[in-house]
């Protein structure tokens, strides 16, 4: 993993945020973290991108001049089966069915509820509280008193573990 470090200011900041949208489409972003450094008119937002290189088939889907890309600024989605441990990815996986059926429920897009890097980021932690919910990135008070409750409920619901295997049946 390699880290990015960026200020992005937040008056008149065209340029400085196209060329991190340029960075952050040509790599494999693992996380992102970011912090309002408030100075008046000199306040700037500052970033540290969590990535990896992009190897093998990351390398050519996420090449800029490569025409088989899915869009512009487009990066490669990060696979948190591979980043989260088995009983974390199956809350993870619980999560994301819960975030589709509220954000139809509500009529917004899946990413307006929670985005999978928020999701993701309550599993690590594991967040225990409301509290621990408004800590994560992004997240403020409107979606913790919204949907606070119901995901505190699905974290505190234990892993389950593989199904165990259909009894044989018996000779007759």
Known sequence: MRF???????????EV??????FLGSHRVLGVERQLVADGAQSVWA?????????SHHATSQDPSNP??????????????EILGAGEFATFAR????????A???????YAVFTNEQLAEMVRRPVQALAGLAEIE????ARVEKYGPAVLEILRVPPRGPA???AAEPEA
């Open 4 to 14: 990015h470090f960026a200020t992005v200011p937040v008056h008149g900041s065209a």
């Open 17 to 22: 945020e196209r060329e991190l949208n340029v």
């Open 47 to 55: 970033i540290c991108v969590a990535y990896t290189d992009a190897t």
């Open 68 to 81: 088989s890309r899915s869009g512009p600024g487009r990066k490669e989605r990060v696979d948190y089966k």
């Open 95 to 102: 999560l994301r069915e819960w975030r589709k059926v509220t």
């Open 104 to 110: 139809e429920r509500d009529g917004v897009p899946p």
């Open 138 to 141: 992004g997240v403020g008070p």
């Open 164 to 166: 165990p295997p259909p």
